[in-house]
């Protein structure tokens, strides 16, 4: 118990990819720890002055922990590890996320409406890896999300949900990111989700330099991924996930990205 404190406490206090961004929060005093693996591959950067030499195979190990203190306040923390051929397995980043929901449809609202602010620390390494689509090494972003859920007897059976971020770093241009989903319910065992990805950053440089890459923060990137998601739920024991997403527009970035991914999401409280 005293380990598991720990741990939980380092989480917080450290102040992350996979940031939490749908407008429903969890039971209130329940902990949700996620772990995430991701395989994703590409050979072509869109607008690479020189294009990388070899096929680049990267392997992303990544941890959420979310926690509701209340009805209306959420707070969660990831960390990710990463391997690619341009830095051996490690560190990548770190963040802190905090989130207040202003409406709740559950509760008779027209729709739920959540605002937040998160803050993210990137390592050296994964700034000057162009697999790493992060701005500079410290990246804070403000959040809006809004979603309606259809219910059916006392589980949703289908909702909807958008989210929007505008980001900022310590030094680099401004950026947007947008999010949409579509996900099904079935009986509270078996969830799918269809969504899209988007980002958008407005620096003014027009080339990518794979081979001496100092993040996207000067880089004017564009990208839109779509993706489907299957879960299935053992029990008590959690949800166990799999994903696969794919870039479909890609400007001074990775192109053809095909990323594969598969976590497990564990539910607990004390």
């Avoid at 404190?5 to 990819?17: D, R, T």
């Avoid at 790493?132 to 859920?149: C, M, P």
């Avoid at 003014?204 to 993040?215: A, K, T």
Wanted: proline fraction near 3%; include cysteine; glycine fraction near 6%.
């Amino acid at each position: 118990m005293r380990k598991l404190l720990f741990l939980v406490s380092i989480f917080f206090i450290s102040n992350s990819y996979s940031l939490e961004r749908a407008p429903w929060f969890g039971d209130v005093y329940e902990f949700h720890f996620l772990s995430k693996y991701t395989y994703y591959r590409f050979d072509k950067v869109d607008a690479a002055i020189v294009q990388p030499d070899s096929v680049s195979n990267n392997h992303l190990v990544h941890f959420n922990l979310s926690f509701s203190p209340s009805l209306q306040w959420s707070i969660d923390s990831d960390l990710e590890f990463i391997q690619t051929p341009r830095q051996d397995f490690g560190f990548r980043s770190v963040a802190f996320q905090a989130r207040y929901l202003f409406k709740d449809d559950i509760l008779g609202d027209p729709l739920s409406i959540s605002l937040g602010a998160n803050f993210r620390v990137v390592s050296s390494e994964s700034l000057k890896d162009v697999s790493t689509l992060y701005h500079s090494d410290a990246d804070f972003e403000l959040n809006l999300a809004f979603g309606k859920e259809i219910s059916k007897l006392d589980y949703w059976r289908f909702r909807f949900w958008f989210y929007g971020a505008v980001g900022a770093a310590n030094s680099s241009s401004p950026w947007v990111r947008g999010n949409f989903a579509l996900e099904g319910n079935l009986n509270e065992k078996k969830k799918w989700s269809l969504f899209v990805d988007a980002m958008h950053g407005y620096g003014r440089r027009e080339f990518v330099d794979v081979f001496n890459f100092d993040g996207y923060g000067r880089i004017r990137e564009r990208n839109i991924d779509i993706g489907f998601k299957y879960g299935y739920r053992l029990s008590v024991y959690g949800t166990l996930s799999f994903e696969y997403k794919r870039r479909i527009l890609a400007k001074r970035c990775p192109e053809n990205v095909n990323f594969f991914s598969v976590s497990y999401l564990v539910p607990f409280s004390f």
